[in-house]
């Protein structure tokens, strides 16, 4: 069998492998690797929210992490302490996600660097309010006892039904996500990530649509917040934490390019670390770090992109290989 | 009339922290186009390599020069092995140097552990000192202030009236043309760099005198440093001035009269000002 269909092969397999486990990890038995496959799936479509303004649009927000916890608060205050009806309060904690994407929005006017900066102090501003605003947040206590969603009579009872709920959420958003960036809109961020002066000379409003694209990225991010919320059952200031738009920023350059799966093969690997290396490593952080660190000078494409590579040159490798062979029978005959 | 003045002096000496930390931040960033996430991390650990030196030599200059040197030098290793390799990406330079906040501040905790530490400060900068006007004033906060206004002044003096400064400068405004006129400017982006590290690590152990080191200090130092440079223009030495006296102020009057808002208060002028001059009050459009 030749390297390149070695190869595809192992990646339909990793394929189903990995839509198998996602069906029947509740059934593994231990409500851990229940929660940690939850996490994964909502920090994957939090790294999804990044990767728009980051990879499709060429702007890298540090504040992703504020969005996703002002929804896990709004949801968890609006259950906790008002009885708010879950679907209210989801809708809730979306929304409001996505008005302070609205007024964060203005950081769309600083570009490169500066942007970077921008998102990140703006983003602190959230972690500043949860854990100061004590009467409001909970401090340094978050919001314990989030009880799952519920509609009307319907309710979901345990872990292992939040966890299907959670996956259908994030499949549904994650094909929500992939026709955004597929319509003209999600194209024309395309051309603004590769040249803004020639978009702006084709008539496109590139600020507005940059704007724009920033919300939306809020939203998605408020999707996972709320999630977060109802799936972890406590939000306190980890959630606002800067490292949470840290780390969702790596997720999609660590799996890789091209695709959604790159976002969740990225979770696999930090939420990996932070929940299970964590366990047995004390000194764990190092791990993370070097993992940036490796991710950036030897593997800047990504999981994906050394497997596309691969997939590439044996595919080359194939094709000589065929003309060679076809070259010594045109000879023989 | 006394608190007013008071909580301006606090600002003050706040400030001057501040623009010892983020002076070589801006620098480095208007020379060699770099982003160095770590900053923070250099202060922390700066000021944890003065604090062993103190407790060792007993003396808090040796301190304070123990810890700039340490991190210049680690910074030469980090900057010639890793933050060159990433030149002209931003996005990836972040990520690095956020990979290094991890592992920096992972040892330094796994060295000193979790618990606040305050740097001693010496014997002769305890105790009050009495202002005209019959002010009372922490010594050592007033020295800071002192301190802070040399630092300023001299690193003013050296950017603006010295020979290597018109050339740092120059290299500001456009590298290749300086470098085509033979002028050796990865040589120049090492002095400064060497400087700005240096600056980061003494500051540790300054600031680790009034403001304790504490895991996590990594990220807030770094924020604040972030918020001063945008405030007064990323890349100019002026701006860091300007943007640390306002952060600095701020602070300290926010503290005293909205303790509510006082971690959050200083973002506010930051986003206001994003929306007139998104460049920063002494920035070019990059």
Known sequence: ?333 | MTPVVLQLLNGLSFAALLFLLSSGFTLTFGLARVVNMAHGAYYLLGGYIGLTVIGLTGSFVIGVLAGGVAIALLNAVIDRFLIRRTVGQPLMQVLLTIGLVYVIAEVALLIWGGNPIRVPTPDWARGPIELPGGIFYPRYRFLLIVLGAVVAIGLWAFYRLTPIGAVVRAGVDDREMVSAIGIDIGLLFALVFALAAFLAGASGVLGGAFLTLYPHAEWDTLILALVVVIVGGLGSLEGAMAGSLIVGLIDAFGRWLYPEAAAFLMFGPMALLLLVRPQGLFGRAH
Request: charged letters at 10%; aromatic letters at 12%.
């Open chain 1, 1 to 333: 069998m030749s390297m390149a269909r070695a190869l595809r092969m192992f990646g339909t397999i990793a394929l189903v492998l990995a839509g198998v486990i996602l069906l029947i990890t509740p059934y593994a038995g231990n409500p851990f690797w229940t929660g940690l496959m939850a996490q994964i799936l909502i920090f994957g479509l939090l790294a999804l929210s990044v990767d728009l303004l980051m990879r499709h649009t060429g702007l890298f927000p540090m504040c992703n992490g504020a969005f996703f916890a002002v929804a896990a608060y709004t949801v968890a205050m609006l259950e906790v302490n008002y009885g708010v009806a879950s679907p209210f309060a989801a809708l809730a904690g979306i929304a409001s996600a996505g008005v302070t994407g609205m007024v964060f929005g203005v950081s769309v006017r600083a570009s490169g660097v500066y942007f970077i900066l921008v998102t990140l102090a703006l983003g602190q501003l959230v972690w500043g309010v949860s854990v100061q605003w004590t009467w409001l947040t909970g401090g340094d206590n978050g919001i314990t006892n989030v009880p799952y969603p519920s509609l009307g009579d319907m309710r979901i009872g345990s872990l292992t039904q939040m966890y299907y709920f959670v996956a259908f959420v994030v499949i549904f958003f994650t094909l929500l996500y992939r026709q955004v960036i597929r319509s003209p809109f999600g194209l024309s961020l395309n051309g603004i990530r590769d040249s803004e002066s020639r978009m702006t000379a084709l008539g496109f409003n590139v600020t507005v649509r940059k704007y724009v694209a920033f919300v939306i990225s809020s939203l998605f991010a408020g999707v996972a917040g709320v999630l977060y919320a109802y799936t972890v059952q406590f939000v306190s200031p980890a959630a606002s934490s800067l490292l949470i738009s840290v780390e969702a920023a790596l997720m999609p350059i660590l799996g890789g390019p091209g695709t959604v799966f790159g976002a969740f093969i990225g979770a696999v690997i930090i939420i990996g670390i932070r929940n299970v290396v964590s366990g047995f490593l004390s000194g764990w952080p190092i791990v993370m770090g070097l993992v940036f660190i490796i991710v950036v000078l030897f593997a800047p494409k990504g999981i994906l992109g050394i497997f596309n590579d691969l997939l590439r040159r044996s595919d080359r490798r194939d094709q000589a290989a065929d003309a060679a062979r076809k070259d010594v029978r045109e000879a023989e005959q």
